[in-house]
Nanobody
Framework: QVQLVESGGGLVQPGGSLRLSCAAS????????MSWYRQAPGKERERVAD????????DYAVAVKGRFTISRDVAKNMLYLHMNNLTPEDTAVYYC??????WGQGTQVTVSS
C-alpha cells in the first residue's frame, strides 16, 4: 500500500535549521509532483513548496521563499525539505503530499527559544 513517512522534525531555536525527509513507497514516485504542506495550531493547512516530476522546477510559498529548499531523490524514493533561518512562525506539523492523492502522517516542527 502507499506510504509516505516523514521524519526530521523537532525543536529548534530561532535562526536554526532542520532537514525534513519523506520516504515514499507503494506508488511510482517518479511520476508524481510532490509537495510539502504545513498546519499550525488553529490554522488551515497551507502549501509550503512543490517540486516537479523531474525535480527541475520548484515553487515556494512567499513566507518560506529564500529560506526553504525542496528536493527529491528519485533513486531512493525520498523527498526533502531543507529549512534555514527558522522563525517561531514556522512552527507547525509538516506533511508530505503526493499530488493529488496521498498524505503522510506529519512531523512536528517547533521553533522556540
Amino acid at each position: 500500500q502507499v506510504q509516505l513517512v516523514e521524519s526530521g522534525g523537532g525543536l529548534v531555536q530561532p535562526g536554526g535549521s532542520l532537514r525534513l525527509s519523506c520516504a515514499a513507497s507503494g506508488f511510482i514516485f517518479s511520476d508524481r509532483i510532490m509537495s510539502w504542506y504545513r498546519q499550525a495550531p488553529g490554522k488551515e493547512r497551507e502549501r509550503v513548496a512543490d517540486i516537479a516530476i523531474n525535480g527541475a522546477m520548484t515553487d515556494y510559498a512567499v513566507a518560506v521563499k529564500g529560506r526553504f529548499t525542496i528536493s527529491r531523490d528519485v533513486a531512493k524514493n525520498m523527498l526533502y525539505l531543507h529549512m534555514n533561518n527558522l522563525t517561531p512562525e514556522d512552527t507547525a506539523v509538516y506533511y508530505c503530499h503526493a499530488r493529488y492523492q496521498w498524505w503522510g502522517q506529519g512531523t512536528q516542527v517547533t521553533v522556540s527559544s
